[in-house]
Nanobody
Framework: QVQLVESGGGSVQAGGSLRLSCVASGIIYSRYSMAWFRKAPGKEREGVATIDTQRNTRYADSVKGRFTISRDNAKNTLSLQMDSLKPEDTAMYYC??????????????????WGQGTQVTVSS
């Protein structure tokens, strides 16, 4: 049974930082590209960042220079370091896994497995 479990969400003031984590089980983690998506109230879910099996990364324009995605294959863990947070970063953040091993697009349908999400709230 595949499980992706996110943690690290919370409430923070604008300009602050949070670090999200996602622990995967039930998959050969090193063979999956991983990503973070987010969904804000009233908006569609959008891709935030992805890291493939070769550790190539891609970011949404809205988070470039502020967020950093990383992975630890020994611990089956995905991380998202979020700095200089803005109120518009407020959303539920989801971890996702794709069987496309090299640079999958940041599109929902490319990702097979999903976590339940962790809430991030940024106040002004």
């Amino acid at each position: 049974q595949v499980q992706l479990v996110e943690s690290g969400g919370g409430s923070v003031q604008a300009g602050g930082s949070l670090r999200l984590s996602c622990v995967a089980s039930g998959i050969i983690y090193s063979r999956y590209s991983m990503a973070w998506f987010r969904k804000a109230p009233g908006k569609e879910r959008e891709g935030v960042a992805t890291i493939d099996t070769q550790r190539n990364t891609r970011y949404a324009d809205s988070v470039k220079g502020r967020f950093t995605i990383s992975r630890d294959n020994a611990k089956n863990t995905l991380s998202l370091q979020m700095d200089s947070l803005k109120p518009e970063d407020t959303a539920m953040y989801y971890c996702a896994a794709s069987g496309i091993m090299v640079m999958p697009p940041l599109e929902e349908h490319q990702y097979y497995y999903w976590g339940q999400g962790t809430q991030v709230t940024v106040s002004s």
